[in-house]
């Protein structure tokens, strides 16, 4: 860890020679905003955001953490030559820390490493996939009554992708995560879900998985927190659902109608090409990368 630290302070030191720096979230996590505002302080950077980062800080559970710290990454965002955030809820708070220039930019994907689903293969058994980690599983166990009660209904899979997860009476395939094999299992189940809380840390999330799905021509059913209320087109390219009774039967509608999740499918990745590829955001970012550059 002190290896990594002084890794960092040595590339800022160095990085005067550039004519801007871009950086994810923060350069020194859990140290004083003052000692990397000093080091940056010739430096014109960008600072980049796909989390709420800064409620590690301002909602951790310990009150010195707050007090100390809880105003670190306002204090970076507002000396910032340009704060781009991948979502309204993080360009408000940068906004709110007074940064020069803000600019949200959302997550996206490349199309070319998502193929979109053949709509001709027909799977033996219909499944649900969730992509996650041990850490956010937790948003999978809320809608657990729901799976139950569909399973007793329908017969399907619950593919679960970097986690491990256990329903009784559902058929759950835990898989382990995978940047080699992540697309061709989202490629090869039927629907993606993502639900959540609902929570300042989700208000923050920028809907990566769901952008996923949907590359992949997967109808989804998401919360509807946050940005995924901008993604998810209610009954267009997939649904929200706001309650457990929502998730069993928009879950039941999809898993029982073929046509419909193909439908779905194709205006999801049809959203996804216009508004959440690499494609098409990669050239927006360079035009701000020149802009801010030139413009110190």
């Known amino acids: 860890m002190i290896k990594k630290y002084y890794n960092s302070i040595l590339i800022l030191y160095y990085s005067k020679q550039f004519d801007i720096i871009l950086i994810e979230k923060e350069a020194l996590p859990w140290l004083p905003a003052s000692l990397e505002l000093e080091l940056l302080k010739d430096i014109p950077y960008i600072l980049d955001y796909d989390d709420a980062w800064f409620h590690n800080y301002d909602m951790h559970r310990l009150k010195l953490v707050r007090r100390l710290l809880g105003s670190r990454l306002d204090k970076l965002m507002a000396k910032a030559t340009l704060v781009i955030a991948g979502n309204r809820y993080l360009a408000q708070r940068a906004k709110l820390a007074e940064a020069l220039w803000v600019e949200i930019l959302p997550t996206v994907i490349d199309l070319e490493r998502y193929p979109q689903k053949n709509p001709k293969t027909k799977p033996d058994i219909v499944s649900i996939i969730w992509i996650g980690s041990p850490s956010t599983v937790k948003y999978l166990e809320t809608i657990k009554e729901p799976l139950q009660q569909l399973a007793k209904k329908i017969e399907y899979k619950l593919r679960v992708i970097g986690a491990e997860f256990n329903l009784p009476d559902v058929q759950v395939e835990c898989l382990p995560w995978s940047e ?103 050239p927006k970012l360079a035009i701000l990368l020149k802009e801010a550059a030139l413009g110190n």
């Not at 992949?216 to 997939?238: F, Q, R, T, W």
């Not at 659902?241 to 879950?251: D, I």
């Open 180 to 282: 080699a094999t992540e697309v061709e299992n989202i490629v090869n189940a039927d629907i993606g879900i993502m639900p959540l809380l609902d929570s300042p840390w989700e208000q923050g999330k920028c809907g990566y998985k769901l952008i996923q799905y949907m590359a992949c021509s997967l109808p989804v059913i998401a919360s509807p927190i946050g940005v995924n209320n901008e993604i998810v087109e209610d009954g267009i390219n997939g649904y929200l659902a706001n309650n457990a009774l929502q998730w069993l039967e928009q879950l039941e509608s999809l898993l029982l109608d073929a046509n419909l999740r193909q439908q779905m499918g194709l205006k999801g990745r049809e959203k996804v090409e216009q508004n959440y590829s690499l494609q098409v955001t990669a």
